[in-house]
């Protein structure tokens, strides 16, 4: 067997391994192993990531070992040094080796799979639009049977992951809708959208994505601007109301899709107290403030947050989970650095699509533009909640990946019209 005949199999076995590891991400399920969550996604990326490896090795292309944009590094290597301002080392440890499999080893599975071999691109959309209308018609199902706002999880743990799950994904399957061809297809992803928009009881996540589809339909022109904006106010006046349609775990009472959004993001509770998210927000900034170079080290956020409260209200009632900040989990446990690292792999290829979505054509250009606008939706809700989770880190990493993709082809077709407006003067 020659070396191109082997690389060539080891092509094919990557390609299989991301796309399961995509279809089967969106969820936090899986099993303890020896203290370790792992999730099925987890050994999918690990495999695939071996199999890339060995490819590598097979056509000694060193060059491409570990070789990741700097923006991605600017995040890596400063929550790798905070191991060192640990006080726990099993759950520094732990996080840090989730950050290196996604950002490190899938990036690089991801950017081999798509950026050198596109063809692999419209594979992995159909993978991602699959799951999303899985996803979607069953978190429809569970808001139309329960009576538990936090039931309404899709295939994650709770209604706020789910949220931002749903704004990273659904601007990108809106911006694709308002440019391809088929009339069959834009009304299936736009039913979707709406369907998605629906299903979303975070406010944080809804007005997220919200904007973001406003957004994208005003690159498409006033019509499509105009259409969102309608079917927003009758989504708010008519169809969300919903009166009485779920039960308040607090009281005997029922509670409409409004009160559900507005209890999300409240400051105080029914009874005029605090509620737990805004007093740990102020004792994560005291934490970032304290340590900002190193933060009390990966991982241990939950352990040392608790150190911080000092007179703040303490929140002693139940809560409804994944309430933090991420940026303040970032700072707070892994530095300042790490922060504005993060903030740098999110927002540069955000911007590099964006930039794109201007010069490139039909579907390529909405997917642009809904990439560019899911990472900043996902960017928004995650002020109010920590998603750097299990079930959303693949898809991060592949619109990071897609945001770089799709920025250089866009450059590239710019300098090919300026060389044809350069020829035709």
């Not at 629906?198 to 944080?204: E, F, P």
Request: glycine share 12%; net charge positive; hydrophobic share 55%.
């Amino acid at each position: 067997m020659t070396r191109a005949t082997l690389a060539a199999w080891l092509s094919h076995g990557c390609r299989a391994l991301v796309l399961a590891a995509l279809a089967v991400a969106p969820t936090q399920r899986g099993v303890t192993v020896g203290g370790a969550h792992l999730s099925l996604v987890d050994p999918l990326l690990a495999l695939a990531a071996v199999g890339w490896a060995a490819k590598a090795v097979v056509l000694r292309e060193w060059d491409r070992v570990l070789r990741l944009p700097w923006h991605v590094w600017a995040f890596v290597l400063p929550a790798a040094v905070s191991v060192f301002a640990a006080g726990r080392i099993e759950p520094a440890v732990r996080d840090l080796a989730q950050i290196g499999l996604y950002f490190v080893l899938a990036y690089l599975v991801f950017d081999d799979l798509f950026h050198r071999h596109p063809r692999n691109l419209r594979p992995a959309l159909y993978v991602l639009l699959a799951v999303l209308a899985a996803n979607v018609l069953l978190a429809a199902g569970q808001y139309l049977t329960t009576d538990d706002p936090l039931r309404v999880r899709g295939a994650f743990d709770n209604r706020n992951v789910l949220g931002g799950w749903l704004a990273l994904t659904l601007p990108a399957a809106f911006g694709v809708a308002l440019h391809v061809e088929s009339g069959w297809v834009r009304a299936g992803l736009l039913a979707l959208t709406l369907l998605g928009l629906a299903v979303i009881l975070s406010a944080a996540a809804a007005a997220a994505v919200l904007v973001a589809l406003l957004l994208i339909a005003a690159g498409r022109g006033w019509p499509a601007f105009a259409a969102v904006v309608l079917a927003a106010v009758l989504g708010l006046s008519v169809a969300a109301p919903r009166a009485g349609g779920f039960r308040d775990p607090a009281a005997d009472a029922r509670l409409s899709h409004e009160a559900v959004l507005f209890r999300s993001v409240a400051l105080y509770d029914d009874a005029g107290q605090p509620s737990r998210r805004y007093p740990e927000w102020q004792s994560a900034v005291e934490m970032m403030l304290t340590h900002p170079w190193l933060g009390e080290g990966v991982g241990n956020y939950q352990r040392c947050v608790g150190t911080y409260t000092g007179s703040k209200p303490r929140f002693t009632g139940p809560s409804e989970p994944d309430i933090q900040n991420l940026y303040l989990v970032i700072g707070s446990s892994m530095g300042v650095p790490a922060l504005l690292g993060f903030l740098a792999m999110l927002f540069v290829p955000a911007a590099a699509a964006g930039g794109a979505g201007r010069r490139l054509d039909g579907w390529r250009r909405g997917l642009a533009w809904g990439v560019a606008g899911g990472i900043a939706a996902f960017a928004a809700t995650a002020v109010w909640h920590p998603l750097l989770v299990r079930g959303i880190g693949p898809h991060l990493v592949l619109l990071l990946v897609l945001g770089r993709l799709l920025g250089e082809r866009g450059a590239r077709a710019g300098e090919h019209a300026a060389g044809a407006d350069g020829e035709d003067g």
